[in-house]
């Protein structure tokens, strides 16, 4: 540890925080749309199956919540980002795509038994599904129509069958799909653009798309994993710090992390460098920031006096990002610290700040 820690368990009795954060918005379940005169035909690589691809894209919906959206994500990111390294694509677009497609894996073609999460239509492996969907019949009318579309085991299946997709092209075509390659592109938003009117003819594809990497910060997946020690290299968030309650279960229920004991309006450093992915109000954290770190890691710093950084920030380690206070379910000034392998923060994903410290 590269700082100073005083061993005294004064206990600054502050509330239990098992809770989740604010809902904001994410994707609802949605139908798939899809423009007759844009649908792609082609036998897919890995079946010799007709496969068509639904050109359309899902709207987000209000009702859902962004936790929703981040939880799909985690399930499928460290997958894409696999995939993507081995096959020369952007993981951030493959998210994207997904995410946008599926309604975050809300929509009925992507859940169980299907997982198809890029509306692609024909047979896999010789499994398919009749649903309706909308065509249009090429002169700005919709109608209700039924298609076949590929059935997967699992999400690795649609996401692997995905870049099968983009890296054969089209059987009059393979390197129809060429501009999504990294190696083709200077930067996602090439391939990104290259996909509107390609693969979907929605004019505000690329917008869509592009926005969805920005806001979850995907780009992150366009790098090989970070194969080190993900729970090194960290330091506290404030100076000469008196833990005064530590993490696990208690009385009141479970601490999900470590109080700091500090004055008002003292400094609150980055514990390691990275994004700011929060800086907002929690009626129990009070002002509280948020940082995802290179290694994957999300660190939270609550109860502020004052938020200094800004969501989308880059910080570096050490770099002052807020000032202490006890705002929020607080009975005194402290930083409430935590550490966590989850962007959503979920509990089931924190681990011990201590032990990350060593």
Known sequence: MKQKM???????????LGFSTTNLVAADEITIMAEQAALVKEKSQSNAQQIEISTGNIPPSKEKTEDGTLNFIEQIGETAREIGQKE????????AQATLESGSGQSQLSQFP????????????????????????????????????CQYENYEAS??????LMKNGLSYDPIFY?????????????????????????????EKLDN??????????????????????????????I????????????HRGIDLAVKQGTDIIAAKEGQVTRS?????????????HPDGLTTLYAHCKQNLAQAGQIVNQGETIALAGSTGHSTGSHVHFEINRSQNLEQNQLLDPLEVLK
């Not at 005083?6 to 239990?16: I, R």
């Not at 194969?227 to 000469?240: H, K, M, R």
């Open 88 to 95: 020369d694509l952007y993981a951030s677009v493959m998210i």
């Open 159 to 164: 996401l692997k069958d995905y870049a099968k």
């Open 280 to 292: 907002e109000y929690h009626p129990s954290w009070g002002n509280y920031v948020t940082i995802l």
């Open 6 to 16: 005083q061993w005294k368990l004064l206990w600054l009795f502050t509330l239990p």
């Open 212 to 241: 969805l990497i920005e806001t979850y910060h995907l780009t992150k997946y366009d790098e090989a994993k970070n194969i080190g020690n993900e729970e090194s290299d960290y330091i506290l968030p404030t100076d000469d710090a």
């Open 114 to 149: 299907y997982f198809n999460i890029f509306g692609i239509k024909g047979q896999y492996e010789g499994q398919g599904v009749s649903l309706p969907t909308q065509e249009s019949d090429g002169k700005g009318q919709m109608y209700t129509t039924h298609a076949t579309f």
């Open 178 to 206: 060429q501009g999504t390659w990294k190696t083709e592109t200077r930067d996602y938003t090439e391939a990104t653009r290259f996909l509107t009117g390609r693969y979907a003819t929605d004019p505000h594809y690329q």
């Open 243 to 254: 833990i005064t309650s530590t993490y696990g279960k208690r009385e009141q229920g479970f």
